[in-house]
């Protein structure tokens, strides 16, 4: 399932950026993307689709539970080519604001977790479709 959301997150999502700040050494860019997120995945669909197909099927709650949850891992993914694409509900209007930081040479994002820099775990959390890790 993470793997068909990777696949078509990236097919689908759009990833826009500006450079705010330029430093020899130092940048700061803003990203705005429009991704997958997981509340827009019609789980209930499949839910209702699993109910629909096996009622009357189990005596057992939790084993009923736990092979609905099953499916719904299965069918998840065809939902994902189905699903909009859209802005992170909370982020700023120019973009999550991002740190780059150049060593030896290459640009790299910094990753460290600070207040100065919660922008990056919002990224993050938007690209892995609203999901907090």
């Given amino acids: 399932m993470v793997t068909s959301f990777n696949q078509i997150n990236a097919k689908k999502a759009t990833v826009e950026y500006s450079v ?13 993307s429009e991704v997958i997120n997981f509340d827009d995945v019609d789980f209930e ?3 209702d689709d699993f109910t629909d197909k096996n009622e009357d099927k189990y005596d057992d709650y939790e084993k ?12 998840l993914p065809t939902k ?6 859209s802005t992170p509900e909370y982020m700023d209007g120019e973009g999550y604001k991002v740190k ?8 790299t994002i910094d990753s460290e977790d600070s207040s100065d820099n919660y922008d990056f775990g919002e ?3 938007a690209f892995m479709g609203g999901l907090d890790d």
């Fill in 100 to 107: 780059l930081v150049k060593e030896k040479g290459k640009w």
């Fill in 80 to 85: 994902f080519e189905s699903a909009k694409v």
């Fill in 123 to 125: 990224l993050q959390t």
């Fill in 20 to 32: 705010a700040e330029m430093l020899p050494k130092a940048a700061i860019i803003y990203v705005k």
């Fill in 64 to 75: 009923a539970t736990q092979d609905a949850e099953k499916y719904l891992l299965q069918q």
């Fill in 45 to 47: 669909a499949i839910i």
